[in-house]
């Protein structure tokens, strides 16, 4: 009886899961793309006319992207739509190079330690994969268990986390760290081709990535830099806009692309309110709930036409996480769910900043808040994520320290949060308004 009393309690230490530290890559400043030069690019390409180049930078314009987000440097190299294999594994390379090799350096942990590692790329899925190149790469042991998620979309980061926690409490009460890498490779993904739906993607997404290590190892939890409380997963792939508001196609032209639908913050929404219904009870404290019980049973006690929830999530979060998808999704989920402009700040700020870098998104975002010296000791960080499916994942973390680590931001966090966002070129492409207008998610 003493020993499983040990053991239960045991494993149940060992149950928990620690975020040591991460590393958000920074591109090589040679791969910055401005406004100038995505209409070169645009304007080299010989499937659009003049309707679809003005229409694109109609885009661009309203994403909310400045002018220091990265782009693959086979783009830089005119090779857009002549790219090649190799250049996909060229850039997980220098992502691979410089966040995981930096990760390292930065913890103190070598590619040997490493108990179990996942990783999450959409558009690239090579053979061998992915993650046997980190194995490789790097040296690690023959016993790593190695996990490679592909086509997950921009949710992918928290289904990675889940991996890893599982993993760990399925070990439990052995240690494990857990390496988690998140990245796009926007090289084999590139549209060159003239339909809307599907020119949205080249406004928006941009090359980033993010590393981290996790541990279940309680005696080096007073290293960690955050706790995870909870994970909740939702998939509401059954609806058909949902499942169809990001899509990946062929055209009219043959040219395959990302088509994303004008359902897309509709379905974020939805996927988000799906989510919360797990999710609260696990975040909120028992007077807030109680209130809201109490708030949805006098409603239908009086027989309202329409119930509404008067949901106050601050109650239970400090900060939130959000991903940054782009401008129609951060305005829906700050409108839908009581935000102010603080609250999604992180997430549009580092939408100017990156752009949208698919599932490491996230990271930059936490790496805002941290570099801005808003992460305390004892506060809980919401971090949420939407994708194709549709997906929105979520989970709660809580801060086990003052945090100030300035991470990719070191550079240019002074410098934020900017007045505005709109893009600086508005003026000098002014004849891109001249036709009549077309709707847009932005």
Known sequence: MAYLAWTAVSRRRHSQCYLLDYVCYKPSDDRKV????????????????????????????????????????????????????????????????????????????????????????????????????????????????????????????????????????????????????????????WYGGRD??????????????????????????????????????????????????????????????FSISKTLPKAAVRAFATNLKRLVPRILPVRELARLAADLLHQKLSRSERIKIDLNLKAGVDHFCLHSGGVAVIEAVKKNFGLNEVDVEPSRMTLHRWGNTSASSVWYVLSYMEAKRRLKKGDRVLMVTFGSGFKCNSCMWDVMGDLADKGAWEECIDEYPVESTVNASLDKYGWINDAEDDSTLF
């Open 34 to 189: 401005t406004t100038d030069m995505a209409f070169a690019i645009a304007e080299r390409n010989k499937h659009l006319g003049l309707p679809e180049i003005r229409y694109l930078l109609r885009l661009v314009s309203r994403a909310g992207l400045g002018e220091q987000t990265y782009v693959p440097s086979s783009v830089l190299a005119c090779r857009e739509n002549f790219r090649i294999h190799q250049d996909g594994l060229d850039e997980m390379d220098a992502f691979f190079n410089d966040a995981i090799t930096g990760l390292f350096a930065k913890t103190g942990f070598g590619p040997r330690d490493v108990d179990a590692l996942i990783v999450n790329v959409n558009f690239l899925c090579p053979e061998p994969d992915l993650a046997s190149r980190i194995v490789h790469n790097y040296g690690m042991r023959e016993d790593v268990m190695a996990y490679n998620v592909a086509g997950m979309g921009c949710s992918a980061t928290l289904v990675s986390l889940d991996i890893a926690q599982n993993v760990m409490r399925a070990r439990a009460p052995r240690p494990v760290l857990a390496l988690v890498v998140s990245t796009e490779a926007l090289s084999t993904g």
């Open 196 to 257: 809307k739906s599907m020119m949205l993607g080249l406004c928006l997404f941009r090359c980033g990535g993010a590393a981290a290590l996790l541990t279940n190892n309680p005696a080096i939890s007073g290293r960690a830099k955050m706790k995870l409380r909870h994970i909740v997963r939702t998939n509401v792939a059954a609806n058909d806009d949902a499942y169809s508001a990001i899509l990946q196609r062929e055209d009219a032209d043959n040219l395959v692309g």
